[in-house]
Structure formats: structure tokens, C-alpha cells
């Protein structure tokens, strides 16, 4: 039987700190794959951009439809260690193992065989990731039902996120893949990667293991999966009820705009760094290390701007922000505006670009996902049925599918301006740059504002949070004296001895 409210113990900052550090598993993958992993199949490896990008598309599609799956098994999974632990211990070895391999493809095959390498590869990496982090950021609303306490609870998780995430991308910049002092080396070098990757999985395995052991001692707290038997046809209905949500259904379209814009922006990313704006990999190590100095600043304030604000209203502040400072530079550089390249005076106004524009957009990401949290008992109240997993695959299904959009429109504007294959820093046409810079900023601009608008009509404050938790309150309190009821019919039908506190 599920533990009342009254009864579930406070959550203690030791399970709050290993619930969040699982989040560093998912940010050392992402970061890789967003920031190195085109670069080293273009430049490094030898395919073409367009086959890169749609390869990276097709996996995120799959991802995407696989989601919505492990949601409503894990939602329904009945064992000794709950719905969530069982899914979380099995990810651990097979997306470390598969994300060592897809930075290590043999030498010397064709094109094709490569290709195909990849393509496994990058599959088990997203199918055995989703293993952990969909049932992992589940346990989020189940942990805490507190309204403020979720936006804490996200920002600790977005903490782990940027240190993990970014702190391994210093690294690569600095030590596995740092560039010698004779221009060797560096990104464009296929051996530095052997050592990224093998760290890099190392941490994944260990992280996972951890943090899904530390959250373990919750289990007799969580929800348990109903014991019933359902057809496929029934679970698509429900699926259908669940995600019928106005609240939902707001929140993943400003998602979908999110990430179909943040995938051309991740996949063109470090084109822009080196060879646009053409900074060493010393500056660009010290730029992640300014990014993460503004993150963890979004870490911090998020919690604060969503309590004076409202989760809305701060989201749709910090948003707007970060997108007016994010396309600044490269607005500023066409309309020749911007100091020349290798000028001190460039870098700390990218520098202080990077500080605002990821604090901002960090407390945004925080402030949506704690938004998706509260939809959670929104669904419950309408449905009767308690769904995290459903819905968190869900919002990410959406999410996925189009940020593979996202990075087949950064292979599409690779491809449009015939980006050199070999490229070397300062070498570029400018033609080439100036066309890059001028397709890029109409459509990331257009997509974030999408997601602005869209925002903007999101229904669910504190208030409409708090009587969610009423309502819920009161259908658990009658479904309680309902049972207590039934015992004691029992107990009298059977001869029993009368009900605690009756006469005889």
C-alpha cells in the first residue's frame, strides 16, 4: 500500500544531492554528442555533414518513439525495488559500454561499414540512456509534491548538469583533446578521443550506479504500479487520456520550439567558435568554463525567480533575455560591429555573452521542467491515474524528434554554404561565414520566439498546483474510509471480533 502524505518522511539533503547527481550521466552523453561528435565524423572520420546530421536525426527519432514506451512500462512495472530502480540498474553498462565504442569506429573500413557502426552505436547509446533518465528525472514529482520545493530540487539537478556537462567539456578541451603548441593536436586529431571516451564512459557507469543506489531508500515511499492486467488497445487509451492536457500539450509545443532550435545552434556551434569567430582551443575551454560559471549563476537564482515571479512569468523573463544577448555577436559581427578576431577585446565580450546568456537560459530549462512536474497531478486529477513516466517520455518525444530537425538544419547549412571539408582556423572564406551567420540567426530567432509565445499560455500556477493537491488529498481520504469501511464488513460477515472502539 502507498504511504499517505502524513507518512512519508522529509526528504533529507543526502538523497536530494545523489538524486541530482544522476543528472551528470545524461549531461557528460549529451554534451559529447552535441558539441564533438559532428566534428569528429565530418572532420575527423571522413562522412559528409548531411550524412552526419541525418544519422543524428534518425537517432533522435528513434529515441524519441522509444521514450513513450520504457514511460508507460515503468509507470506499470511492478518489483521488489518499485517501478523506476529496475530500468535504472540495467542502463548502466550497455550506454557506457556503446558510448566508448562510437568514438572509437576501426580504421580503414568503408564508408558504409562505418556508417553502420555508427548508427548501432549511437541507437544503444540513446535506447539504454533513456533506461536511466527517463525514470530518473520520473522520480522528480514523486520525490516532493511541494510546489517550491520541485523548482529546488530541479536547480540541484541542473547543478550536477552543468558540472557534469560542462566540467568534461573543459576537460576535453584541456587534456583529451588539447591542441599542441605547433597547432597539432586538438579536436581535428582522431587520438585524443580514445582517452575522452574511455573517461567519459567510466563516469557514466559510475554516476548511474550511485545515484540510482542513493535513491533506492525512498522506494516504500514512492507510488506503486496498480496490479491489474491491460490490453494494448486499453493502454493506448489511456496514453490518449493522460496526454490530453491543455498544460501539457503548452509545454511540449515550447519544448519543440526549444529543441529544434537548440539542435541547429549545438550543431553549429563549434563551427562557429573555430572558425567564424576563430578562437583557440585555450579560449574555448576558458569560454566553458565562463558558461559554467553563468549556469550554476541560473542554478542559483531559478528557485528564486520562479517564487517571486511564478514559474511562468520568471521562465518567460529569463527566455526572452537570453535570446536577445545569444544572437548578439554574430548580429553585431555582420553588421560589422564587433572588435576583429583575435583581439582581447572579442573574447570577454563573448565571454561575458557566455555568462549571461547560460545563466538565463539554465534558469529557464529549471523553471520549464518544474513546470512539467506540476502537470503531473493535473493529469491525476482528470485521469485518476498517476503517470510521471508517461508524461515525462512524452515531452521528450516531442523534444527529440524535432532536435533532430534541429541538427539536419545545421547539416543543411553547412551544406548550403559548401563548408570546406578539412578546414583549418582562418582559412575559411568569409563569403562562406557571412552566409552562415545570416541563414543562422533568422531561424533561431524565429524558433525561440515560437517557444516564448507559446509559453506564455501555460495554465498551471501555485494556486491551481495547491488545489490539484487538495482534490487529490480528498479522493485518497475517502478511498481510505472506504477500505476501513470494507474491513470491518468483512470482519462482521465472518463472525470477527467488532471494529476498534465499538461496544460489544
Keep these: 500500500?502507498?504511504?499517505?502524505?502524513?507518512?512519508?518522511?522529509?526528504?533529507?539533503?543526502?538523497?536530494?544531492?545523489?538524486?541530482?547527481?544522476?543528472?551528470?550521466?545524461?549531461?557528460?552523453?549529451?554534451?559529447?554528442?552535441?558539441?564533438?561528435?559532428?566534428?569528429?565524423?565530418?572532420?575527423?572520420?571522413?562522412?559528409?555533414?548531411?550524412?552526419?546530421?541525418?544519422?543524428?536525426?534518425?537517432?533522435?527519432?528513434?529515441?524519441?518513439?522509444?521514450?513513450?514506451?520504457?514511460?508507460?512500462?515503468?509507470?506499470?512495472?511492478?518489483?521488489?525495488?518499485?517501478?523506476?530502480?529496475?530500468?535504472?540498474?540495467?542502463?548502466?553498462?550497455?550506454?557506457?559500454?556503446?558510448?566508448?565504442?562510437?568514438?572509437?569506429?576501426?580504421?580503414?573500413?568503408?564508408?558504409?561499414?562505418?556508417?553502420?557502426?555508427?548508427?548501432?552505436?549511437?541507437?544503444?547509446?540513446?535506447?539504454?540512456?533513456?533506461?536511466f533518465e527517463l525514470p530518473s528525472s520520473a522520480l522528480a514529482p514523486e520525490l516532493t509534491r511541494d510546489y517550491n520545493e520541485r523548482t529546488s530540487l530541479v536547480s540541484m539537478r541542473a547543478f550536477f548538469t552543468v558540472v557534469g556537462g560542462l566540467g568534461m567539456t573543459v576537460a576535453a578541451y584541456q587534456y583529451f583533446l588539447a591542441e599542441n603548441p605547433d597547432g597539432s593536436g586538438g579536436i581535428l586529431a582522431r587520438e585524443g578521443y580514445f582517452a575522452f571516451s574511455l573517461v567519459s564512459a567510466l563516469l557514466i557507469f559510475s554516476v548511474i550506479l550511485i545515484s540510482t543506489a542513493g535513491t533506492q531508500n525512498r522506494i516504500p515511499y514512492l507510488r506503486q504500479a496498480p496490479a491489474r492486467k491491460i490490453t494494448l488497445v486499453a493502454m493506448a487509451r489511456e496514453v490518449?487520456?493522460?496526454?490530453?492536457?491543455?498544460?501539457?500539450?503548452?509545454?511540449?509545443?515550447?519544448g519543440m520550439f526549444i529543441a529544434v532550435a537548440a539542435g541547429s545552434k549545438n550543431g553549429l556551434e563549434i563551427y562557429f567558435a573555430l572558425y567564424f569567430?576563430?578562437?583557440?582551443?585555450?579560449?574555448?575551454?576558458?569560454?566553458?568554463?565562463?558558461?559554467?560559471?553563468?549556469?550554476?549563476?541560473?542554478?542559483?537564482?531559478?528557485?528564486?525567480?520562479?517564487?517571486?515571479?511564478?514559474?511562468?512569468?520568471?521562465?518567460?523573463?529569463?527566455?526572452?533575455?537570453?535570446?536577445?544577448?545569444?544572437?548578439?555577436?554574430?548580429?553585431?559581427?555582420?553588421?560589422?560591429?564587433?572588435?576583429?578576431?583575435?583581439?582581447?577585446?572579442l573574447f570577454w565580450l563573448l565571454a561575458t555573452e557566455t555568462v549571461l546568456n547560460s545563466g538565463m537560459a539554465v534558469a529557464t530549462g529549471v523553471m520549464l521542467v518544474s513546470m512539467v512536474a506540476d502537470v503531473v497531478e493535473d493529469a491525476e486529477v482528470k485521469t485518476g491515474r498517476r503517470s510521471e513516466g508517461l508524461l515525462m517520455s512524452a515531452d521528450n518525444l516531442f523534444k527529440k524528434a524535432v532536435s533532430g530537425v534541429g541538427i539536419l538544419i545545421a547539416g543543411a547549412v553547412l551544406s548550403f554554404v559548401a563548408f570546406p571539408e578539412g578546414a583549418r582556423r582562418g582559412e575559411v572564406d568569409p563569403e562562406i561565414l557571412q552566409n552562415m551567420g545570416l541563414v543562422y540567426l533568422p531561424v533561431v530567432t524565429l524558433l525561440y520566439g515560437l517557444g516564448i509565445v507559446c509559453l506564455s499560455l501555460f495554465n498551471i500556477d501555485k494556486a491551481k498546483h495547491e488545489e490539484n493537491l487538495r482534490k487529490l488529498d480528498e479522493v485518497a481520504a475517502r478511498a481510505d474510509e472506504a477500505g476501513v469501511a470494507a474491513e470491518a464488513g468483512a470482519g462482521a460477515l465472518s463472525g470477527g471480533a467488532p471494529p476498534l472502539g465499538s461496544k460489544a
Aim: net charge positive; aromatic share 10%.
Design 277 to 345: 569567430w576563430e578562437l583557440t582551443q585555450s579560449q574555448l575551454a576558458a569560454l566553458t568554463v565562463f558558461g559554467v560559471v553563468g549556469s550554476l549563476g541560473g542554478v542559483a537564482i531559478a528557485p528564486h525567480v520562479a517564487k517571486a515571479l511564478g514559474k511562468k512569468r520568471g521562465a518567460i523573463l529569463m527566455f526572452a533575455s537570453a535570446l536577445a544577448i545569444g544572437i548578439s555577436p554574430i548580429t553585431l559581427r555582420l553588421f560589422g560591429l564587433m572588435p576583429p578576431n583575435g583581439t582581447d577585446l
Design 240 to 254: 490518449a487520456q493522460t496526454l490530453n492536457n491543455r498544460a501539457f500539450v503548452i509545454a511540449t509545443l515550447t
Design 1 to 131: 500500500m502507498t504511504a499517505t502524505p502524513s507518512e512519508i518522511p522529509p526528504l533529507k539533503l543526502h538523497t536530494k544531492l545523489l538524486y541530482a547527481l544522476g543528472s551528470v550521466a545524461n549531461a557528460v552523453k549529451a554534451r559529447g554528442l552535441a558539441i564533438f561528435l559532428m566534428i569528429f565524423y565530418n572532420q575527423v572520420v571522413g562522412l559528409s555533414p548531411a550524412t552526419v546530421s541525418t544519422i543524428l536525426m534518425l537517432a533522435l527519432i528513434f529515441d524519441a518513439f522509444v521514450d513513450p514506451l520504457v514511460g508507460q512500462v515503468s509507470d506499470n512495472f511492478r518489483s521488489k525495488l518499485g517501478r523506476r530502480h529496475p530500468f535504472m540498474y540495467a542502463a548502466a553498462l550497455p550506454v557506457s559500454v556503446a558510448y566508448f565504442l562510437l568514438w572509437n569506429p576501426p580504421q580503414g573500413w568503408s564508408d558504409q561499414a562505418i556508417v553502420a557502426w555508427m548508427v548501432v552505436c549511437l541507437l544503444t547509446v540513446r535506447l539504454f540512456d533513456t533506461f
